[in-house]
């Protein structure tokens, strides 16, 4: 074998490679959670509570955190802050805040639309919903790069408020549209199970 000779499965792994590449730069696949997730938990406590928590969240504490990979490629790094008298068993019924610290650039859109399959999973969603939230949910992710931090707080009332790097960009007060939003990654139906562990602590 010549030093210029490709053996063929190595041609395949890098043809491989590139597929999964474009599916992350341009389709947004792996925008929230995919078909082939990997959740690496991140032990960390010293991290510093987030900004736009000081005054929605008074006392918040990290519940969990976690890598999230697909195919190998790191996404983002998940935070779930919580009040000091959180109980996971009642998640909807007390206020938290997800973190998503980005590794990589995704389209809001992307997100959105990713998030919107993922929220289907959870449970049917009427055709009205999907538009509706699709347009409410471009509109608070805003586009991402690396190194952003998108946060989703949410409220017992069912509000959803969102923020880039600390910077308001959108509440969306739709119950079950926050409700399954957040489920993605907090709900037992989740594509991603050890993520939720981690995250939850359970």
Wanted: hydrophobic share 40%; net charge positive; glycine share 6%.
């Amino acid at each position: 074998m010549t030093p210029s000779t490709t053996r063929p499965s190595a041609i395949k792994h890098q043809a491989s490679r590139r597929q999964v590449l474009r599916c992350l730069g341009a389709a947004g696949v792996a925008a929230v959670l995919g078909p082939r997730p990997w959740a690496q938990a991140d032990a960390r406590r010293d991290v510093p509570t987030p900004p736009e928590l000081t005054q929605a969240l008074p006392q918040a504490r990290l519940q969990g955190s976690s890598r999230f990979r697909y195919y190998g490629f790191h996404v983002y790094d998940a935070q779930l802050w919580v009040p000091p008298t959180f109980e996971a068993a009642k998640l909807f019924s007390q206020p938290f805040a997800l973190c998503l610290i980005y590794a990589r650039s995704l389209k809001a859109r992307d997100i959105a639309e990713r998030s919107i399959e993922e929220m289907r999973r959870q449970t049917t969603l009427s055709e009205a919903e999907a538009q509706r939230w699709l347009q409410a949910m471009t509109a608070a992710f805003a586009d991402v790069r690396n190194g952003d931090r998108l946060t989703g707080l949410y409220q017992p009332d069912g509000s959803a408020s969102f923020f880039l790097n600390g910077q308001a960009t959108q509440v969306i007060n739709d119950k079950r549209c926050a409700t399954l939003f957040f489920g993605i990654w907090l709900s037992s139906a989740t594509s991603a199970p050890a993520l939720r562990r981690d995250l939850l602590g359970v």
